[in-house]
């Protein structure tokens, strides 16, 4: 099946919630035969989608597969714009370097990258981002913001707003946001966002948001080095996750919030970030590629620069790891 076609039936199921859609209103709206309705549900059902299928009242969808497909990303996605241009595969090197290459290609703004494993992924400050398959959320963001290039910090500081919210609301798990935008849950990292740009002068072009979760990994998951620093909202939960649910949930949160954010400013965007975050007013130690500062964090500033307070006045800190004292 052609994946317009599929999308299209899927999106059909999606509007019908627990009801029937009779074989006839499938065929009128795909344009196809009903012998042909039939082979796309066969289909559909080789996906791992169960579909009832009840003599004259037609079709009924009861269980979306539980494993990460493109299908099940699409399926009930109530977005306008983020993940409707969606590319997903099985396995990437990085979704990051392939939602480059879509934003150098024109890619339209929204579009999703999504991968079930990356053999290269890639962390902040040049690290490797471990990436197994099967259990965490892989994707990058494509966004085509008409903003200066000294404010692109204020889109880090969105993408974590969103996504705490998006977690907070899919799993019951609060996590608290360590500046910039590692998403911490007891004091361990499950969550890890990549801000790059793509400028022009002194505007952007696009900026390529990549975000890692970890979702369903137990501790013996993780490589050893990490398992004392790194967990995941199952572990924390307490229960499986749906990956494809908090997809949904996380782009549906990022695009209110970007709204919020074009419409009225920063502002609203610095007020909730500002509440998850930990470490305000504390001491702390920022390791930059320049060098390691001691000092006071005063917060960050309108345009979502971190502040220190150091021995030496207050210095600017764009991007560091932080360690709380
Ligand atoms: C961090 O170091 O905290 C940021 C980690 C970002 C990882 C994500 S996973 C999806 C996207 N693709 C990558 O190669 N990296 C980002």
Not at 150 to 162: C, D, E
Not at 180 to 199: C, F, R, S, W, Y
Not at 267 to 273: A, E, N
Request: glycine share 10%.
């Amino acid at each position: 099946m052609g994946s317009t076609l599929r999308t299209r039936l899927i999106d059909l199921f999606s509007e019908a919630g627990d009801g029937f859609i009779s074989g006839q209103k499938i065929s009128d709206a795909l344009g196809c035969s009903r012998t042909a309705v039939w082979k796309h549900i066969e289909e559909l059902r080789k996906e791992g989608y169960e579909v009832e299928a009840v003599r004259r009242k037609g079709y009924r969808l009861i269980k979306k597969p539980g494993k990460l497909s493109e299908s099940e990303i699409r399926f009930g996605l109530k977005t306008e714009v983020l993940g409707k241009q969606l590319h997903y595969r099985d396995v990437l090197p990085s979704t990051q370097k392939t939602a480059h290459e879509l934003a150098n290609d024109g890619a339209p703004e929204g579009t999703l990258v999504v991968a079930d494993k990356q053999t290269a992924g890639r962390g902040r400050m040049a690290r490797v981002w471990h990436s197994q398959e099967g259990n965490g959320i892989w994707m990058s963001l494509i966004l085509r913001p008409d903003v200066p290039l000294q404010k692109t910090p204020q889109l880090t500081l969105l993408s974590a707003v969103a996504v705490v919210q998006a977690i907070e609301a899919f799993t019951g798990v609060q996590p608290a946001i360590k500046w910039p935008n590692d998403l911490m849950i007891h004091g361990k990292k499950a969550v890890g966002i990549l801000t790059e740009l793509q400028a022009e002068e002194d505007r952007v072009r696009s900026v390529i948001l990549g975000i890692g979760i970890n979702v369903n990994q137990q501790e013996t998951d993780f490589p050893g080095e990490l398992q004392d620093i790194a967990t995941s909202l199952s572990m924390e939960a307490g229960e499986k996750i749906d990956r494809a649910g908090l997809i949904q949930e996380i782009l549906l949160t990022f695009e209110k919030r970007y709204q919020d954010y074009l419409n009225h400013g920063f502002t609203p965007i610095k007020l909730l970030w500002e509440s998850y975050a930990v470490g305000l007013g504390n001491e702390l130690r920022a390791r930059t590629l320049q060098g390691t500062f001691y000092g006071k964090s005063l917060g960050i500033d309108d345009e979502g620069v971190l502040l220190l307070e150091t021995r030496d006045g207050i210095k600017k800190i764009y991007s560091a790891d932080i360690e709380l004292n």
